[in-house]
């Protein structure tokens, strides 16, 4: 059973659409994030949800909106795509509180979106 | 605002042989959490090995050990033994203690290479 689950794993699409990417996870935690991984392996967090609110939202253009309709899902649309926004983005999970109170991530495998 | 530094964009190791990758981290914050993460080919990131900034002691799991300083703000993970299937890029992370979401900083990767 994959823990945090991701679709697609590849979209390739042209410049000015608008795609969306899913992520789901069957671990029960109460937090969903969604990471982006440039080019250059650069990692950086875009958004952070908590029970369906929104907790984290960086600097991130109005063109990036995620939707989490359950603390199991969370959902990131992004219209008039740009060729800049070609990267690899992470969902990831993690429980509110565990006794160390490290609330370790558990990503998913990863959403290469290309954009020509 | 916190920031991870990895100063070795790339590493190699003999199969067998001990390695160590280094981590530096600035914070004005006295609470933290750091973490190893690895990410080989197949793109998954795999937490690798974490430490509680209030836990003097180096956290281990198997053959990865990590030296933490925290005066130095230093936190280098060490590979003993190394296997082929260590090859990856690892990240080095912070996540403050404050706030309940993870929001992970990272550094930008050291690239493992490990030789026969």
């Known amino acids: 059973d994959t823990a945090v689950s991701q679709t697609p794993k590849y979209l390739v699409t042209q410049m000015g659409n608008d795609k969306s990417i899913k992520c789901e996870q069957n671990?029960?935690?109460?937090?969903m994030y969604w990471y982006k991984q440039d080019s250059k392996k650069f990692l950086k967090i875009m958004f952070s949800y908590n029970n369906k609110e929104l907790i984290i939202n960086e600097t991130v253009p109005n063109r990036f909106s995620p939707k989490s309709p359950d603390k199991a899902h969370l959902n990131l649309h992004i219209n008039s795509l740009e060729l800049g926004d070609s990267a690899v983005y992470f969902c990831a999970s993690s429980q509110d509180w565990e006794p160390s109170g490290a609330n370790v991530l558990t990503f998913g495998a990863g959403s290469r979106l290309t954009v020509l | 605002a916190q920031t991870v530094t990895q100063s070795q964009p790339e590493m190699s190791v003999q199969e067998a042989e001990t390695v160590t990758l280094s981590c530096t981290y600035d914070?004005?914050?006295?609470?933290?959490?750091l973490f190893w993460y690895k990410q080989p080919p197949s793109r998954q990131m795999i937490l690798v090995i974490r430490?509680?900034?209030?836990?003097?002691q180096n956290a281990t799991e198997n053959r990865f050990s990590v030296n933490f300083q925290k005066a130095a703000k230093s936190f280098s993970l060490k590979i003993s033994d190394s296997q082929l299937g260590d090859a990856a890029m690892y990240f080095c992370a912070y996540r403050s203690a404050y706030g309940t979401a993870s929001k992970l900083t990272f550094g930008t990767g050291t690239r493992l290479q490990v030789t026969l």
């Open positions: 914070t004005s914050e006295s609470d933290y959490y």
């Open positions: 671990l029960g935690h109460d937090t």
């Open positions: 430490q509680e900034a209030y836990k003097q």
